[in-house]
């Protein structure tokens, strides 16, 4: 883990995230990626902040270690990286399950977007302070 701020959030496998093989379904992890970070997100940036921007993935890298079934539990902790490179920066999110033990693993490139503009833009040093 990181010597970065950590924002935990927890999750419960519904039946409805369970594939044919009787465990969380890829698509399921990759959509509580993006639940975590957005929550993070909202729970860090100032109410203007968060209607200014938006972020978007670029890149995911995901490593799925465990299987996790019907009911099971998982916090997730998730904490940026180094500092931004212009509109981009990297997150890591680690689903830890009650054993403690990781079930998942992720580093995801996101990008931030103005909302007036529609396009990239540079992330200011008053976000930055926020997550590092």
Do not use: C
């Not at 957005?38 to 465990?66: F, K, N």
């Not at 920066?89 to 977007?113: C, L, N, Q």
Request: charged fraction near 25%.
């Amino acid at each position: 883990m990181s010597d970065r701020p950590v924002f935990e959030m927890g999750f419960e496998a519904t039946e409805a995230e369970i594939d044919e093989l009787g465990h969380v379904n890829n698509a399921a992890w990759v959509r509580w990626i993006q639940d975590v970070a957005t929550a993070h997100w909202v729970s860090a940036a100032t109410p203007g902040q968060v209607a200014a921007y938006v972020w978007v993935v670029t890149r995911h890298e995901i490593d799925y270690l465990r299987a996790l079934g019907p009911g099971g539990r998982v916090t997730a902790r998730t904490w940026v990286g180094d500092a931004p490179t212009g509109a981009r920066f990297d997150r890591f999110i680690e689903f830890i399950g009650e054993d403690g033990k990781p079930h998942v693993r992720s580093r995801t490139t996101w990008a931030m977007i103005d909302v007036a503009s529609g396009r990239p833009a540079r992330i200011p040093q008053a976000i930055t302070e926020r997550f590092l």
